[in-house]
């Protein structure tokens, strides 16, 4: 079990003070970012620790994420665990808008989110002091160091799931190794995505008997939604023409995205691009570069259909990614021609998607790796390769049948991995079914 008797440090102390006057200022830049998106005055208030719900009675498993993507990545296992804990309830905390958003179209059954509090000491204790969860679950590498100490004060079980920490910081962790194993000491369970990641975390002061290499939580996801009128509508207008995606592109790669789009409409004149940038809010960035090129488009977010002119359909919108991959199966996920880390490719391939990425997706290294062996992912660097295999997979369709029965494989091989991480969980938190409430 952790040891919690551990005195804080200096470097811990220091931070504790330096974000404690720093918080006004973080706050009014805080708040200004929820205002922006509209959120209401309440939830703002949520980041100062302040509930806009109501705790539930018995037992409450809270996982606190960084956005959008660590978000979803756990609602699966949320369901899981429902099943598994039948009088459990849940609660999820992320940071952005987006997020809140997405979580509210696919919240599981006793779950409710809320906006984490800031990480001084009122918010964090008001936050503690009216939820008290009984386990505590941070995705990925969101490191808060004063919401987990206070959390561990409590006896609040902690395990930081899904455990990914870039190189760089693991190194700025292991030049503090007397304040990295104080907060490390905290969590009962890491559960990483790799073995690199383990041994990081192990050189990085944590204990070796709570480190446990496991598997992505991304690739054991509920597929994307679909919306199956808009797919019948889109397919009406795109009337039997060729289709590929290029989804989640960033700055910087759309050049090369409709440069290999130019190069493979001088063969196909009909073929249409399907183009799902990342952040939707780039979309007069977006509209500009096409417009350099020549080329024409519709746009989702502005209501236009695609017709028989139409060589690139921007699906600028959020939440429908699913829909999209439904109609096409060719899928290029960006985050990837840049050195931005990647996307979570068991998405397209739960869909049935062939995948295509560039070589920057050192986010999902473990993710792709049997993908590309067993042939239901390609890499390439550069827009002729990337044209070269979408013509390949147009041309062929017992080389794309192939290609999309690899993928979905490498998911179906990882779903298994769900029911362990479950177990795993309830076992070094001590989570157990609780006998239902005796009726007044």
């Known amino acids: 079990m952790p040891d919690h008797s551990e005195r804080p440090t200096l470097l811990y102390t220091l931070y504790c003070g330096l974000t404690g006057v720093a918080a006004p200022i973080v706050w009014q830049t805080v708040r200004k970012k929820l205002q922006a998106a509209d959120v209401p005055v309440e939830r703002q208030h949520e980041r100062l620790g302040h509930a806009s719900l109501p705790r539930p009675n018995g037992q409450l498993i809270w996982f606190h994420a960084a956005s959008v993507g660590e978000t979803l990545s756990v609602i699966t296992l949320i369901k899981r665990l429902g099943q598994r804990l039948p009088q459990a309830e849940f609660l999820i905390t992320s940071g952005t808008p987006t997020s809140a958003a997405l979580i509210a179209k696919r919240m599981p059954p006793r779950t409710r989110h809320q906006f984490p509090p800031l990480d001084t000491s009122g918010p964090v204790q008001r936050f503690l002091t009216h939820w008290r969860p009984d386990a ?202 840049k050195e931005i880390g990647g996307h979570n490719p068991f998405e397209p391939a739960q869909a049935g998607a062939a995948v295509i990425t560039g070589p920057g997706y050192y986010n999902f290294a473990e993710t ?44 179906n091989t990882q779903k298994s991995a769900l029911n362990d991480v479950v177990e795993t969980l309830c076992t070094r938190l001590d989570l157990r079914p609780q006998d239902p409430s005796p009726s007044g």
């Open 136 to 337: 505590g679950i941070f995705v990925e590498s969101e490191i808060w160091p004063r919401l987990i100490v206070e959390s561990a004060d409590r006896k609040i079980p902690l395990a930081l799931l899904n455990a990914r920490l870039s190189d760089k910081s693991v190194e700025g962790w292991k030049k503090r190794p007397v304040t990295a194993r104080f907060i490390l000491d905290k969590f009962s369970l890491f559960l990483t995505q790799n073995d690199k990641a383990a041994e990081n975390l192990r050189q990085m002061g944590a204990a070796p008997e709570r480190v446990q290499s496991g598997t992505n939580l991304k690739a054991m996801s509920d597929p994307l939604p679909v919306d199956q009128n808009t797919v019948s509508q889109i397919q009406n207008q795109i009337s039997g023409r060729p289709v590929w995606i290029a989804s989640s592109t960033h700055q910087g790669e759309e050049d090369a995205v409709l440069a290999a789009h130019a190069q493979l409409l001088k063969q196909r004149p009909d073929l249409l691009l399907l183009l799902i940038p990342r952040h939707p809010e780039r979309r007069d960035e977006v509209h500009a570069l096409i417009k350099q090129t020549g080329l024409t488009a519709a746009f989702r977010s502005s209501d236009q259909a695609i017709t028989d002119t139409t060589q690139i359909y921007v699906a600028d919108t959020l939440g429908e990614t699913g829909t999209w991959y439904a109609i096409c199966p060719i899928v290029f996920l960006g985050g990837s021609l």
């Open 368 to 411: 792709f790796a049997p993908l590309i062996e067993t042939g239901g992912a390609v890499e390439i660097n550069s827009a002729p390769q990337l044209a070269a295999i979408v013509d390949k997979w147009l041309s062929d369709p017992s080389a794309l049948n192939s290609a999309r029965t690899a993928s979905k494989s490498c998911v």
